[in-house]
């Protein structure tokens, strides 16, 4: 978390020295007095020294800024105290998920898993399986071999592989598309309380008696709705119809209603497809708060290896409908199947030229 957090701030380390140095210096100036002066034996300690009106002032400054002794120190006690992947409590596990069209085969033998509190890439060129995988975890398509399992916070497990989209909902897993899907004729408003659908639980009854049983349900949940316009900043559109919106807001939007279903694994199909660089960072904030803020895991596909590289704590690459590779960022960016998958590999060119290759035809005279 931390790391990512240093990679998306525009503030540099040395910069970020300077101003608490500044800041410091102004404190003691203006509230504390002068150690000592201009003495040769001055035991100074840990204290830096700092010029002040005089020239020759000492004022007891502790050594804040951290070494690089520091640095390693406090490096090692992270990595100390974060616990491996393993020892992480798995929320979704895919186990040999197999799917096919016909003679099209879409997924082969694909097992993953997501742990508590994880981003999750899922990558690959086009055409790899990547949206089919997720069309299966979220119940659009059945698999015809393979299982998927959601785990709760308590370990107790839930099958997915053939429930229904509304349960798969329901049991906490919310996702996006790649293609806008939001009702266009509505506004936004009424698009995120849509999302809230699955949580509402009065019937024909409860609507009935309006005033008494389904106000106060609906009450609390435009609560929730206001909260997550407030989290993704779209107070001033609230009220317009999501057609008129641009594409980045429909974007917003559709992840506000997927919060809305208050999700404990998040799926996202290319959330940042299509949009600007400054769109782009907006949406990547709300990714990393949605996680490291409100706890929820995520599993997210995207084509922007930058983002990807950025986000992530786990990758995994699709080609032809197989996982080939799995680790970490660092891992994944090595590999070599995963660079033969994206960049193709080369072919070795005859002596002569590639007129000279054996089948090669010759030029019309």
């Known amino acids: 978390m931390t790391r990512r957090r240093a990679a998306a701030s525009d503030l540099s380390q040395t910069r970020l020295a300077q101003c608490l140095f500044e800041r410091i210096l102004q404190i003691h100036r203006t509230s504390s007095a002068p150690v000592a002066t201009g003495d040769d034996d001055l035991d100074l300690g840990d204290r830096h ?36 992947r393993g020892e992480v409590p798995c929320r979704l596990e895919v186990s040999n998920l197999g799917l096919s069209f016909g003679g099209v085969v879409a997924l082969r033998d694909v097992s993953l898993d997501v742990r508590q509190g994880e981003i999750v890439a899922i990558i690959g060129p086009n055409g790899a399986g990547k949206t089919s995988l997720l069309n299966c975890i979220s119940g659009l398509y059945r698999p015809q071999v393979g299982k998927i399992v959601l785990y709760d916070r308590e370990g107790e497990q839930e099958e997915l592989t053939r429930r229904p989209p509304h349960r798969i909902a329901a049991l906490g897993v919310a996702r996006s598309f790649q293609n806008i899907e939001l009702f266009r004729q509505m506004s936004v408003l009424d698009n995120l309380m849509l999302g809230r659908h699955v949580r509402m639980k009065g019937g024909i009854l409860d609507a009935a008696l309006y005033w008494w049983r389904q106000l106060p349900e609906e009450i609390t949940a435009r609560r929730r709705v206001e909260e997550i316009i407030d989290f993704l900043e779209i107070q001033s559109i609230r009220h317009q119809l999501v057609g008129t919106l641009a594409y980045g807001l429909q974007k917003r939007v559709e992840l506000g209603r997927a919060l809305a279903v208050e999700p404990e694994v998040l ?20 990714v990393l708060d949605i996680n490291e803020e409100w706890g929820v895991t995520t599993a997210l596909i995207e084509h922007d290896m930058g983002v990807v ?57």
């Not at 002032?57 to 090692?76: C, G, K, Q, R």
Request: aromatic share 6%; proline share 11%; glycine share 8%.
């Open 267 to 286: 799926l996202l199909d290319e959330p940042m497809a299509g949009m600007n660089s400054e769109e782009k960072e907006d949406m990547a904030r709300f």
């Open 309 to 365: 590289m950025d986000l992530s704590d786990w990758v995994v690459v699709l080609d032809f409908g197989e996982v080939i590779a799995a680790g970490t960022p660092d891992q994944v960016r090595a590999d070599e199947k995963v660079i033969k998958a994206y960049l193709g590999e080369e072919m070795p060119v005859a002596p002569g030229g590639p007129s000279a290759a054996p089948g090669a035809q010759s030029a019309a005279p």
């Open 49 to 84: 020294p700092v010029c002040g009106p005089s020239g020759s002032e000492w004022y007891n400054f502790p050594a804040l800024i951290p070494t690089h002794e520091d640095s390693v120190t406090a490096s090692d006690s992270r990595a100390q105290t974060t616990p491996r």
